[in-house]
């Protein structure tokens, strides 16, 4: 019987007692490498009139089956090469929604250029 003021009256949550905190991984389909799924981009296989068009999930939300790559250019472009487009979604893939996607974020500015944010107002003093 438990006691009400004894310490295991109540269970404890693993977080609470320094147990470790499961992330899940997933498996980037260009380098074949394991990572955490907050690395990686979500794809997913969208069929229109008998094609499967493959769309970038950037809120990890889209309905259907999903394939996972690395942020940058270099594991996308080794999955094209590899077709491990055609084997995560079970058929011919068009990619170019995906490509452009991909384009525009290798154009992107990294960051180190001028800074876009503006300072509020009253902290110019």
Not at 13 to 32: E, K, L, N
Not at 52 to 64: N, Q, T
């Amino acid at each position: 019987m438990y006691e009400a003021g004894s310490p295991s009256a109540f269970p404890t949550s693993s977080a609470a007692s320094g147990a470790a905190v499961h992330i899940p991984q997933r498996t980037c389909i260009g380098c074949r490498k394991k990572d955490d799924q907050a690395v990686l981009i979500r794809l997913v296989g969208v069929e229109s009139d008998g094609r499967i068009a493959v769309h970038i999930d950037e809120h990890r939300r889209m309905s259907g089956r999903g394939a996972w790559v690395h942020r940058g250019s270099a594991c996308f472009a080794a999955a094209l090469r590899r077709r491990a487009f055609n084997r995560a979604f079970r058929g011919q893939v068009d990619t170019a929604d995906a490509e452009a996607w991909f384009k525009a974020l290798e154009s992107a500015p990294s960051g180190s250029g001028l800074e876009t944010v503006q300072p509020e107002s009253g902290s110019e003093i």
